[in-house]
């Protein structure tokens, strides 16, 4: 079975100059970011922090409060 894409080490992706082997670091983006599924908007804020971590795809956290709960 397939790893999962976020469980994925990506080596040829650079490793960042100033950080540790196993550096994580969360850092606020100036954009809007939208999740859609089926049409629909599941998350929309502009409030999302950046997870960097080295070797890996940056992943987006949403505030609770900018996520449709109501929908799972």
Not at 56 to 66: H, I, S
């Given at each position: 079975?397939?790893?999962?894409?976020?469980?994925?080490?990506?080596?040829?992706?650079?490793?960042?100059?100033?950080?540790?082997?196993?550096?994580?670091?969360?850092?606020?983006?100036?954009?809007?970011?939208?999740?859609?599924?089926?049409?629909?908007?599941?998350?929309?804020?502009r409030k999302v922090m950046l997870m960097l971590e080295n070797?890996?795809?940056?992943?987006?956290?949403?505030?609770?409060?900018?996520v449709r709960t109501d929908l799972f």
């Open positions: 079975m397939a790893k999962a894409l976020e469980d994925q080490v990506f080596p040829q992706l650079e490793e960042r100059p100033a950080a540790a082997k196993d550096d994580i670091r969360f850092e606020p983006t100036q954009r809007r970011v939208r999740v859609m599924f089926a049409g629909v908007a599941i998350a929309d804020s070797r890996r795809l940056a992943v987006y956290y949403f505030p609770v409060t900018d």
